[in-house]
């Protein structure tokens, strides 16, 4: 087990796409241990594997004291979402930059385990929020890419050019 280290901006790799999970064996079950080490090392909420160079379609949610638990998400896919509002938010490879952004609070996922077995999730809250912002990872979307043209204005200018935080900016 080890803990890894967080790819962070302008890291282009941030914006890959990740792979599925095909092969649910040893390999896979020591990455995601790793992941959850990284995570459980960090003061984040959640983690996608492309952070910590990864590029498979998993995700790890832990909100402190929410009835979810620790999470894995193996080949997650939303089903169904609701109750859209602005939410703060923050990422372990955007350090130091938070911003207000629209997410759901009630999803409906379907996702794999550490086994391969298909499982459904009715999510809500932050757990519900952490869960987007992950799923945004695995498809090489940053949490600043859904900032109002003005804050991402206001990021560009206070960080330079060659910041990373918006393919749009």
Known sequence: MAVLDIIEIPDERL????ERVAEFDDALKEQTRDLFDTLRATKGIGLSAPQAGIFKRIILVH????????????????LSKSKSRYVQESCLSVPGIEGNVVRCTRLK??????????????????????????LDHLDGVLF????????????????GPNAGLSRAA
């Open 15 to 18: 914006r890959e796409q990740s």
């Open 63 to 78: 909100v402190p004291d929410d009835d979810f638990g620790e999470r894995l998400y193996i080949n997650p896919e939303i």
């Open 109 to 134: 996922v379907r996702a794999q385990d550490i086994n391969g077995e298909v499982k459904e999730f009715d999510v809500d809250g932050l757990h519900a929020v952490c869960v987007q912002h992950e």
């Open 144 to 159: 600043t890419d859904r900032l109002s043209w003005f804050k991402k204005l206001r990021l560009k200018m206070a960080s």
